[in-house]
C-alpha cells in the first residue's frame, strides 16, 4: 500500500520545452535537500513545442513520482492550476512556474512556514523590475481597484506561487466555476494565511504570453467574477441622467412659456442623442458581460479536457 507523498509540486506548462530540464535539475536539488517524500504534477496547457516530449523523458529521484496531464488544448493557466491541484495527492501542494522566474529555492522557506502551522503561504514578489512601466501601473490600479470593490481583498503582487495545505486544496476542489480568477478563488476561501517574499528573476528562455490585452481581459474576469458594482454603477448613471435630462427639459419648456425663448434646435438634440445612446451601449455591455458568464456557467462544460495521463516512477532503492 503506498502512502501518500508530504508535498505535490504543481507545474503548469504552456512552451516551456527550452527550460524544462534546468527547472527539474534546480526543483529536484531543492526537493532533496528537504528530505521529503514528493510528487511532481506537470500539466502539458496545449504547448505547440516539444513540452510533452520532454516532459515523458524526465527521470524523476528515486521514491518520486512525476504525474504528466496532457490538455486536449490549450484551456489556459487557470484551468491547469485548477487540474493540477484536482490531482494532488500531498498533504501540501505547490504550486509553480517552469520559466524559473520563481525560484525552486523559495520552496524550502514555503514548507519551513507551513510546518509552523500556517495553511497557506503566499509569495509576494519583491519588486517589479523586470517588468514593463506600463504593466507595472495597470497592475497597480488593478490591486487598488480591486481593494475596494470586490468581496475579498486580494494581497498585491502575490500570484499563483504559493503553498497550500491539504484542508485548502480540498475546499477549493468544491469551487466549480467556469470561469476561473484563481486569485479571487485563492483569497474567497480564506484560511490562516503567511506571506514572503521572494525577487523574480528573468526569463531563462522565451517570453511570457501575458500582453497588455490579456491583463486587461483578466481584469474584467476578476471583476466581474468577485463583484456586482459595475451593475449597480450603472443604475446610478442612468438616476442621474434621468434627473439631469428632466431637469433641463423642464427648464427649456420654461423658458419657452415664459420668455418666448426658441427650443434649442438639431445640433443640441444630435449631441445629446448621440452621448446618451454611447452611455446605453456601455451600460449593455456592462450587463451583456455578466449576462455572458451567467450563459458560459449554466452549460456547466468541464474546465478542461485531459488527452492522455502519464505516471513515471522511480522505485529502486
Not at 516530449?53 to 485548477?82: M, Q, W, Y
Not at 485563492?186 to 494565511?193: E, H, L, N, V
Not at 448621440?274 to 451600460?283: E, K, N, S, T, V
Request: with cysteine; hydrophobic share 45%.
Amino acid at each position: 500500500m503506498s502512502l501518500s507523498p508530504e508535498i505535490s509540486i504543481i507545474v503548469p506548462c504552456y512552451n516551456e520545452a527550452q527550460g524544462l530540464k534546468h527547472f527539474w535539475a534546480r526543483l529536484c536539488g531543492v526537493m532533496k535537500s528537504l528530505g521529503s517524500s514528493w510528487e511532481a504534477i506537470f500539466i502539458n496547457d496545449g504547448s505547440r513545442d516539444e513540452t510533452i516530449d520532454i516532459l515523458a523523458g524526465l527521470k524523476p529521484p528515486i521514491g518520486c513520482t512525476v504525474h504528466i496531464i496532457d490538455f486536449s488544448r490549450n484551456f489556459g493557466k487557470e484551468a491547469a492550476v485548477t487540474a493540477g491541484l484536482d490531482n494532488a495527492a500531498g498533504q501540501c501542494a505547490v504550486v509553480i512556474d517552469a520559466d524559473l522566474q520563481h525560484p525552486p529555492e523559495t520552496i524550502a522557506t514555503m514548507v519551513e512556514e507551513w510546518r509552523k502551522g500556517a495553511e497557506v503561504v503566499l509569495c509576494k514578489r519583491s519588486h517589479r523590475k523586470s517588468d514593463p512601466f506600463l504593466r507595472t501601473w495597470f497592475s497597480n490600479r488593478f490591486y487598488k481597484l480591486s481593494s475596494r470593490l470586490f468581496e475579498v481583498k486580494i494581497p498585491q503582487d502575490v500570484g499563483d506561487f504559493r503553498l497550500m495545505d491539504r484542508v485548502v486544496v480540498e475546499a477549493l476542489f468544491n469551487l466549480r466555476e467556469n470561469q476561473r480568477f484563481m486569485k479571487g478563488i485563492f483569497a474567497w476561501i480564506g484560511f490562516r494565511s503567511v506571506t514572503i517574499e521572494f525577487d523574480v528573476a528573468d526569463r531563462e528562455h522565451g517570453t511570457s504570453s501575458f500582453n497588455l490585452w490579456k491583463l486587461l481581459n483578466f481584469a474584467v474576469d476578476g471583476i466581474t467574477s468577485f463583484t456586482t458594482v459595475p451593475l449597480r454603477l450603472w443604475f446610478y448613471i442612468g438616476f442621474f441622467l434621468s434627473i439631469l435630462s428632466l431637469a433641463y427639459g423642464t427648464s427649456i419648456v420654461f423658458n419657452a412659456l415664459v420668455f418666448g425663448n426658441p427650443v434649442p434646435g438639431y445640433p443640441s438634440l444630435a449631441a445629446m442623442v448621440a452621448f446618451l445612446g454611447g452611455i446605453q451601449l456601455i451600460g449593455i455591455g456592462v450587463l451583456g458581460e455578466y449576462i455572458g458568464r451567467i450563459f458560459r456557467e449554466v452549460k456547466r462544460r468541464p474546465i478542461y479536457v485531459v488527452r492522455r495521463r502519464t505516471e513515471i516512477k522511480n522505485d529502486d532503492g
